[in-house]
């Protein structure tokens, strides 16, 4: 067959879409949550007399077996769902966020609400590392908080942001288990990720399409994980 399988996955509409969304799903969530992650530590990492409290609570949605968290979603956001009835009473009609555009944003708020804990965790455990030395020598000098934070706390916490991108990075994919019990094995194109494409031919049994990809994602993957260590080895 030689390289025909390859074409043929890579002229494909359906691989060419799964692909675009789950790019613009990375693209969008990993940004989104190491930033929102970081700031919930920050705040954490100021307020020692809460930390227990707000630990547990950021942690307890991993704890959530998948199947009560995919009929809590439901709840919410089905057509008949608790936030279509809520705003039905303002006058504005219901809305199907699971089978329209809005279903991608619902995938979005699924990963940060589930993940963020865990990335929460471990930028406390860098900012823990930090000497406070440096933040007492800093202050001496008369460097504000947001100087503190590029000069001392950015360079120091490298490592860690290495760490947490690549976790979420790997994470980011476990999100496909959501999507496949709320929406079906072909949900709106919006959500159409690369997980439903490869398990759809693994049902229809199109063993040279979906080894063809799959060797093609190890290569994207490997050549993005090198960039990283890489990018990761300059900044040390």
């Known amino acids: 067959m030689g390289l025909d399988n390859y074409r043929t996955v890579l002229t494909n ?4 879409l799964a692909v675009k969304n789950t790019v613009k799903f990375l693209g969008v969530c990993i940004p989104l949550l190491l930033l929102c992650s970081l700031l919930l530590a920050l705040l954490l990492y100021k307020q020692k007399r809460y930390e227990k409290f707000f630990k547990t609570s950021f942690l307890f949605p991993m704890a959530i077996p998948v199947s009560s968290f995919v009929i809590l979603w439901k709840l ?3 057509e008949k769902g608790l936030l279509n009835n809520v705003i039905v009473h303002f006058g504005i009609e219901k809305i199907d966020y699971i089978n329209s555009n809005l279903a991608f944003g619902v995938l979005i708020i699924s990963y940060l609400w589930k ?6 965790i471990l930028w406390l455990t860098g900012l823990n590392g930090i000497s406070e030395s440096y933040y007492e020598a800093a ?3 008369g460097a504000g908080i947001l100087q503190q934070f590029r000069y001392i706390t950015l360079p120091k916490l490298v490592p860690t942001i290495f760490m947490v991108g690549i976790l979420s990075f790997i994470n980011s994919f476990k999100v496909f288990r959501e999507a496949y019990l709320i929406a079906g094995a072909y949900p709106h194109d ?3 990720m690369l997980q439903h494409i ?3 031919w693994f049902v229809a049994m199109d063993i040279q399409k979906m080894s063809a990809a799959a060797v093609l994602l190890v290569i994207a993957f490997l050549l993005l994980i090198m960039l990283l260590i890489k990018l990761n080895r300059e900044e040390e």
């Open 190 to 192: 919006s959500i159409y």
């Open 13 to 16: 509409s359906a691989f060419l």
């Open 115 to 120: 993940n963020m804990g865990y990335d929460m």
């Open 139 to 141: 202050s001496v000098d």
């Open 198 to 200: 490869l398990s759809n």
């Open 76 to 78: 919410v956001f089905h």
